[in-house]
Structure formats: structure tokens, C-alpha cells
């Protein structure tokens, strides 16, 4: 079976707005942060939070969207413990905004709509979800506000979505409408030319990668059995899987009705105009600054213009240091000691000044890139002043040649079998001693005439 | 004693607030017993704060939030629901110093129009002029208590599609129900939301407009509340419209009372005649439509989780535990609607009957503002017939039962506000007219009517 996978993406966003959606309680994660409105008490009426309307506008803005005339909230009803009213308030007919587009790289990625909703409560299991005696309701989420953003299936892989989710929140980053306290949640929808199949209750970005890979394995496989059918499916983080949650012979029924309790609420052209005026510059038309203005090349202006707070280091370092080092060092050695932390480039905002040391020292050769990197590694940690770490650890470069000669030769007498190697045309070889060299001077060794020194002691020794 | 007069005579301290309200309460317990009014009545009732109507005793409907009061909309699912926040309503009325001496029985949800649907938990009201037929519904104890009551008193009701003029009408009291959105919903438990209105019945018209001032206007906790001011109308010669289909369908005695009524007024106004046909002709089925379909949605969040009836849940499975409260509490009326209300919103009946009602009910509308091209107020019976005997009820079929709401309907759909007047017959039973007029001249139309009842005595 080689049918290409297509694949559509529901993005649920949560935005950072002060309070619910239609309540004053306070948004996000605080105790005691419900009402009768977001509890669904008999008797209590739901207000419309305009920050969140103008929060919602913003995204449909920024990805191109066309914009609804009039926002209308419907109920849209089905049993469930985590639906304090048991319907829930959403949009149906018109959405907020339709017909959005977003570009990644050189596909078009099209956004069939995107509305406003109201988020659930949470629920926890004691233990797994098909044996637990009971659950527990959580309503401090109840009423945290939405968007909800669905795609045309125009993905054709994983990688795909992961980019199209990591733009998606750099823009909503740049909006001012989200940040690391907001949750993101996606259900993937997934067929190989076969029965759709709905993955629900995707907590990532990373996860969404690794979901839809296990899906498009799996469906191939059950595809050969003959056993594939159309159904919705849970992810399961733990055990990486997804699991069946119940098959899906048609549509459900919601029985929508329009929410009584909410008058219509016209967007004005001036209203539009207001928000399209103050919209802040978008990660595309900042990737063709920083190409202009700093001279970097595209990839890095890509990397930097998708990450807000490391861009932000880049610019207020740009001015100091060659641009193109700093770029380059930022979007890999950085960005890679992050992503291997787990952290975000928002956390080390307050070492900008030391990242600039850092590499003020690289550029006057003071020290090598390599030690840069080990000493960014450490620096993301924790916060420490680098030219005094650079004196004690004795990491200033080395280009005394006596000096570096004698280690040189102690490695190579010790490596007569990688010195036939070399001899033999595996040329790799020569990487492993400078890396051997390097190491040993902690990373101090002027890694170009190591590589001199080597070659030609390589040269002299004895057949 | 009226009250204006009453608060008058409270200022210069001529009542003494404890002792009346002390009496008042064993009066309550004492017409409860034998009439059935309340479903909890207030133990030691005093005035929370000084205001414009400072030691006004005030009953309200059960379907109206009161803070520390248990509420129960009179079903057995809400059984046992003590609320922590007031409704709007009630707020304003104890910023004024008036005092809430208890709750009133009505049909579960507002479901009815004759109170007898209701929890198993509670015990029909039985109408002041004979225990053996009903009030009318569903706000029954508001009427009943209202014509029973020697002392001053107002009741707050609400009305769906003919909550408050029913019950007025069967009890020979005063019901005054506002514009759309006049009074904040905010605190009253929804049966259909763009439809419900909290009004007033009273034992005199004068005692109405008093309490309309404390309780109307903008309320931000209702998103449908109205900013807009209520307007005066300048009038040389009023004119009353009158719909000859609407006195053709009631009974005879009815008939002729509200014709000796019209009579009385042509002396002072003109007489013009107006047509509601398309009120008239689809209005009960538009009605029960959108009325169901909005019942039924609200009407989920009672799955015994979070408020009201809960009982033993662990190893139930989610589905099976809702059905079986929902199953076990909610009586045969409340099950029909949401049965109804469910249906008619279901995809493929969707179109048929809920997208048809909305768009019938703007058409009534509609109409409604043709007809007040001609005419300042509307002027109908209010019932198609008097108070039933309370077995009489038990034998009617469903869809008489639904068609009896005829002629309250029309101005419900259409939002416009509405009074009752009692109006004398030769039976022993006093009858009705509704008068109605414009959106948002409220207080015009109650000055008005004001004038009628005194023309027509």
C-alpha cells in the first residue's frame, strides 16, 4: 500500500485572555475559579467576553481568513460530566472567520474556518480510563476560552503539521493571545485513501508527530489485514499508541440550536480596521526583515522568525556581534542545547548580555566557537558570568604550537590503528583526532592548527 | 392596604415592620396549609436594607434564584437546592428594603398552565375561589396567594407564553408582564430563554408600577437585557384595537363580559378593529417549538452532578447514572418537552419545525407592529374559558390543554408587554381582558390600563 496519507487537523487553542469566555472568573489554571455561569448553576446567563471576540479576530486576520459580519453563539448538546450544561457554547453558522490560509515553505496550507468556544472541565482518572470506578471533574478549566481551528485535509505528513503547528503558535505568540500556560490540543484526522479515522485528545506538537506516525503504520497495517474501518481513536501519551474510543457510523447529532442567552453581536468594518492596524509584525514578514536588514541567510531568518524570544536575542545582540554568527550560533548551538533541555528561549531572555560575550570572545578568537557552545550549554541552566568561567576553566584559545604539539603527539602514539586508517584513505579519522585533541584542551585548542599539526605528524610518522 | 400607602405608612413608622411581617408569616403558614401557595416560606423575614420599598412584603415565583432559599423550579430534580447568589431581581428588591417572605409554587419548570405538574415532592396549589378548581398556571401560588393575601403584598411571577396572565386571570388578580429584556433574567431558571420574562401580580393595578421601577433596567449579567430607556407616548384619542377572532373562540360567558367591558370603553376611546390572524392561526404551534426546543437544552445540565438530586454514582457508567435520575425525577410533562424539544431540533426535522418557528415568530412580530399602526393597545380576553375543576384537568387531552394558552401566546412571541385586568361575570368566577402595546412603553401601558380598570368598574 503506497497511498499517500491525508490528513486534517483540529487545533484547539486556548487563549490567554484575563477572564472566561463568559464569565469574570479569572482564565487559566488558579483556585477557585468558578461561578455559577462557568459551573452551569440554574438561573445563571453567559456574557460575551469582547477580549476574547478581539483576541479571535486577531488570528482570523492574521491567517488570511474572511471575516464573519456577525458573531452568533449556538449550543451545541450532548451528554458528557465535563459539560457543566451538558451543551456547549460554541459557533456553528456563520463561523468567526473561513477560507484562511497559511504558508509553510512552499505549500499553501488552507484553514477551512475558525471560532470561538467554550473549554470543558477537566477530567482525571484515578487509573486508566476503561477500569477507573470513578472520575474526577475539574471545573477551574470550565469556560477557558477557545479557538478552534480546522484545517482542509491538505497535509500529506506528520512533519507537516508538526511545521504547520510550530508556525501556528509562533503567530499566535506574536498576537499576544497565547503563551507557555495556554494549552494547545489537536485531534488529527487521518485516512490512507481508506475510512477516515479520528484521533482525538492530542496534547503537542511533538505528540502530534509522533500520533499521526503511528496512525499512518498502523492503518497501513490493519489495511493488509482487511480489518480497517472508520472509527475515533484516543492517544494515548504513555504507551505512544492510539487506542479505540468508539466507532463512528455517521455523523453525531448535536441538535445545535442558537444560544438564546447571547445577542448577535455585529463586527464593524471600523472594528476590523482597529485590529488589522495594531496587528504586530507576523513571523513571514519578519523573516524578510531580518533577511534585509541583517544580511542572514533564509534559514536561519526562518528559524529566528518562528521563535519569538530567541529572535529577540538575535536583535539585540545583531548589532554588536556579525550578524551571521550570531544567527547561525543562536538557530544550532542554542537552539539545540534548548530543545535538548526542554526549554523555551523565553528562559534565557535574561542571559542575552552573556550569550554576546560569549560570542564577542569567538569573534575576536579569544575563544572557540566549540567552547562557546559547551559554555552556552551550561549557561542555559543557569545563569553565571562567562569571563570569569572562561578563566577558571582555562578555556581562552591555545595557539602555541609547542604547546599543542605535544598533545598532538601523545594522541596520535596512542591511535596507531586510526593512523593506518588514515593512511588508507578514511579521511573521517582526521575529524576524531582534532574531536580527541579538542577535548583534552577543553575545548581551548585552536581547532585549524590542531589540524596542521596533526596532518603533518600523520605525514612524518614512520610507514 | 395598597402599597404606596403602606410604605407610607412604614416611613412615618405607623407600621411596625417586625410585628406585620411576623404576622404575615403566620397568616402564610395558615392560608398554606388549606390553599397550598408555598414551597418554603421564609422563617424569620426582616428588610436587609433601607430603600424605596422598605418593608414591601414580596412573595416570588420558584423558578426565581433566592440566595440561602432553597429553589426547586417545583420539580422533584431540583428537590433540595439551596442557591448561593441572588437573581437580579431579588437583589434589586432587598436593595430596596422589600422583604421575601417565601416561594411560590408553580408548574415544574413553568411547564403549564393550570399548576398541576408538578414534583411528586410538592402539593398542587387550589384556587381562592374554590379549592376544587385549579389556579392557573404555572404561576399558580403568585395568583392564588395574591387574591387570598388580606395584607399588602405583591408576587414576582414569570411568564413563557402565559405564566403570569393565566393564574391572574383564573384568580381575579392583576398581572403585569414587561417587554423582552425590560427585567434582567439573571437568576431565573431558564425554561426557554427567549421567551421568559419576570413580571408582577398584584392586588391592585396601582401596586404594580412601584415595584416595575425597583426591577426593571439594564442588568449586565443578561446579555438580552435592554439599554434602552422605556418610553412615554403622548395619546389625544386612544385607540383600542380589538380582535374580533379572539372573542369568537371563548366562552360565552367570557364573551360577554369582555363585550360590556368594550362597551364601557368606546365612551372614552375609540374602538378600531385589528388582525393578529397569523398570532392567531400558528402561534401555539410556533410557540411550543421554540418553547421545547430551548426547554429541552437547558433542561440537560439536571443529570444529579452538580445541584439538586444526586445519588449513590461510583462503577455507574455516565449514561447510565443520568438516565436513571433524569428517569426517576423529572414527571411525565417535564420527560414530553424535552422529548419534543429534542425532536424538533434533530437534523432533518431541524428545518421543519425549529428554523420554520423562528422564522414564524418574526412574522408575528412583524404583525404585531402593523397592528400598533393602527392601534395604541391590543385588547383580547385574556382566557378562553374559566378556572377548571382540578379532575376536570386530569381528563383533558394534551393538545386542548397546550391550546388553552391561545390567546396569551401572541403577545409572549412577540415580546410586547401586556397587563391583566379582572373583569366581574355572572358566574362565580371573574374573568379577564389583556390589554398590550408597543415594545418598551411599559410604564404608559400600565398608566393606561390603570384608567381602563377604572372606565370598565
Request: a positive charge; aromatic letters at 8%; one cysteine or more.
Amino acid at each position: 500500500m503506497t497511498e499517500k496519507a491525508k490528513i486534517g487537523l483540529e487545533v484547539h487553542i486556548q487563549i490567554k485572555t484575563k477572564s472566561k469566555l463568559f464569565c469574570s472568573c479569572p482564565s487559566g489554571k488558579s483556585e477557585n475559579n468558578v461561578c455559577p455561569i462557568c459551573l452551569g448553576m440554574p438561573g445563571a446567563l453567559p456574557t460575551p467576553n469582547k477580549k476574547a471576540i478581539e483576541y479571535a479576530i486577531r488570528l482570523a486576520l492574521a491567517l488570511n481568513c474572511e471575516l464573519a459580519e456577525k458573531i452568533i453563539f449556538w449550543r451545541k448538546c450532548y451528554f458528557y460530566p465535563d459539560l457543566p450544561k451538558n451543551f456547549q457554547i460554541t459557533q456553528l453558522e456563520p463561523p468567526l472567520a473561513k477560507n484562511g490560509k497559511l504558508k509553510i515553505g512552499k505549500k499553501i496550507i488552507y484553514i477551512r474556518e475558525l471560532h470561538l468556544e467554550e473549554d470543558p472541565a477537566s477530567i482525571t482518572y484515578p487509573a486508566d480510563i476503561h477500569s477507573s470506578r470513578y472520575c474526577i471533574v475539574d471545573h477551574s478549566r470550565s469556560g477557558t476560552p477557545l479557538i478552534e481551528l480546522v484545517t482542509e485535509p491538505c497535509f500529506d505528513s506528520a512533519k507537516q503539521c508538526r511545521l504547520f503547528l510550530t508556525k501556528l503558535v509562533a503567530i499566535l505568540k506574536c498576537l499576544k493571545i497565547f503563551d507557555e500556560s495556554c494549552v494547545l490540543r489537536v485531534d488529527a484526522n487521518v485516512s490512507l485513501n481508506g475510512p477516515r479515522v479520528e484521533i482525538k485528545n492530542i496534547g503537542s506538537i511533538k505528540e502530534v508527530e509522533r500520533a499521526i506516525n503511528y496512525e499512518i503504520i498502523r492503518q497501513k497495517h490493519f489495511a493488509k489485514l482487511g480489518k480497517l474501518k472508520r472509527e475515533t481513536r484516543l492517544w494515548d501519551s504513555t504507551s505512544k499508541t492510539t487506542k479505540p474510543m468508539r466507532e463512528k457510523e455517521t455523523e453525531e447529532e448535536y441538535g445545535y440550536i442558537v444560544e438564546p442567552n447571547i445577542s448577535v453581536i455585529e463586527i464593524t468594518k471600523e472594528f476590523i480596521e482597529k485590529i488589522k492596524k495594531e496587528l504586530p509584525e507576523l513571523p513571514d514578514q519578519k523573516a524578510e526583515r531580518l533577511i534585509k536588514q541583517y544580511k542572514i541567510k533564509p534559514e536561519f531568518a526562518e528559524i529566528l522568525s518562528l521563535d519569538y524570544d530567541l529572535c529577540e536575542i538575535f536583535e539585540n545582540i545583531a548589532t554588536d556581534i556579525s550578524p551571521n554568527l550570531a544567527a547561525s550560533f543562536l538557530c544550532t548551538e542554542v537552539a539545540g542545547a534548548l530543545n535538548y533541555e526542554e526549554l523555551e528561549a523565553k528562559a534565557i531572555l535574561d542571559r542575552t548580555e552573556e550569550i554576546k560575550e560569549l560570542l564577542e570572545m569567538v569573534e575576536k578568537n579569544k575563544i572557540t566557537r566549540k567552547a562557546a557552545k559547551k559554555i552556552v550549554e551550561k549557561l542555559i541552566s543557569k545563569k553565571f558570568s562567562v569571563k570569569q568561567f572562561v578563566s577558571t576553566q582555562d578555556m581562552y584559545l591555545v595557539s602555541d604550537e609547542k604547546k599543542l604539539e605535544e598533545i598532538c603527539k601523545k594522541v596520535v602514539k596512542e591511535n596507531k590503528k586510526a593512523v593506518e586508517d588514515y593512511k588508507n584513505g578514511k579521511e573521517k579519522v582526521l575529524q576524531f583526532f582534532i574531536g580527541t585533541v579538542m577535548k583534552m584542551t577543553n575545548f581551548s585548542a585552536d581547532p585549524q592548527l590542531v589540524r596542521k599539526i596533526i596532518l603533518r605528524l600523520i605525514e612524518n610518522s614512520a610507514n | 392596604m395598597k402599597v404606596l400607602e403602606f410604605l407610607q405608612k412604614v416611613k412615618q413608622n405607623e407600621i411596625n415592620i417586625e410585628d406585620y411581617l411576623s404576622e404575615i408569616v403566620q397568616k402564610v403558614r395558615k392560608i398554606n396549609d388549606e390553599y397550598h401557595y408555598f414551597n418554603s416560606i421564609v422563617e424569620n423575614p426582616k428588610p436587609e436594607h433601607k430603600g424605596k420599598l422598605f418593608g414591601l412584603p414580596v412573595s416570588v415565583k420558584d423558578l426565581i434564584i433566592t440566595k440561602g432559599i432553597e429553589t426547586t423550579a417545583s420539580s422533584d430534580i431540583l428537590k433540595g437546592f439551596i442557591p448561593k447568589y441572588d437573581a437580579t431581581v431579588v437583589e434589586r428588591l432587598k436593595n430596596a428594603g422589600a422583604v421575601i417572605i417565601g416561594k411560590t409554587v408553580c408548574d415544574a419548570f413553568g411547564f403549564g398552565s393550570f399548576n398541576l405538574n408538578i414534583g411528586k415532592s410538592f402539593q398542587p396549589p387550589l384556587n381562592p375561589i374554590d379549592k376544587k378548581h385549579v389556579t392557573g398556571g404555572s404561576s399558580g401560588g403568585a395568583g392564588g396567594i395574591t387574591q387570598k393575601a388580606d395584607f399588602t403584598h405583591v408576587a414576582i411571577a414569570t411568564s413563557t407564553g402565559g405564566s403570569i396572565e393565566c393564574p391572574s386571570a383564573f384568580c381575579g388578580v392583576y398581572g403585569f408582564c414587561p417587554t423582552y429584556g425590560l427585567v434582567s433574567r439573571y437568576g431565573l431558571i431558564s425554561y426557554a430563554d427567549s421567551l421568559d420574562k419576570i413580571g408582577i401580580i398584584a392586588k391592585y393595578i396601582e401596586d404594580i408600577k412601584p415595584v416595575l421601577k425597583i426591577i426593571a433596567g439594564h442588568d449586565e449579567k443578561d446579555n438580552t437585557s435592554l439599554s434602552q430607556q422605556v418610553k412615554t407616548k403622548e395619546v389625544e384619542c386612544l385607540k383600542v384595537g380589538i380582535v374580533t377572532q379572539a372573542l369568537e373562540i371563548v366562552n360565552e360567558e367570557i364573551r360577554k363580559a369582555v363585550e360590556g367591558c368594550i362597551k364601557k370603553i368606546e365612551k372614552h376611546a375609540e374602538i378600531v378593529e385589528v388582525s393578529l390572524q397569523k398570532a392567531m392561526k400558528y402561534g401555539v404551534a410556533t410557540y411550543y417549538i421554540i418553547a421545547t426546543a430551548e426547554a429541552s437544552t437547558n433542561l440537560a445540565r439536571y443529570c444529579g452532578l452538580r445541584f439538586g438530586r444526586n445519588e449513590k454514582i461510583e462503577s455507574k457508567h455516565f449514561r447510565e447514572y443520568f438516565a436513571e435520575i433524569r428517569g426517576k425525577y423529572f414527571s411525565e410533562e417535564e420527560k414530553r418537552r424535552i422529548l419534543l424539544g429534542t425532536f424538533v431540533r434533530m437534523a432533518g426535522f431541524k428545518q421543519r419545525y425549529y428554523v420554520k418557528a423562528t422564522k414564524i415568530r418574526k412574522l408575528v412580530i412583524e404583525e404585531y407592529k402593523q397592528a400598533f399602526n393602527k392601534a395604541d393597545i391590543i385588547l383580547t380576553p385574556t382566557m378562553a374559558i374559566f378556572p377548571p375543576k382540578i379532575d376536570e384537568v386530569e381528563k383533558m387531552d394534551i393538545i386542548d390543554i397546550y391550546n388553552s394558552d391561545l390567546l396569551t401566546i401572541p403577545p409572549n412571541l412577540a415580546g410586547v408587554p401586556h397587563i391583566t385586568i379582572p373583569v366581574q361575570t355572572n358566574k362565580k368566577f371573574p374573568t379577564s381582558i389583556m390589554l398590550c402595546s408597543n415594545h418598551l412603553t411599559d410604564y404608559w401601558l400600565i398608566d393606561i390600563a390603570t384608567k381602563i380598570d377604572k372606565w370598565i368598574k
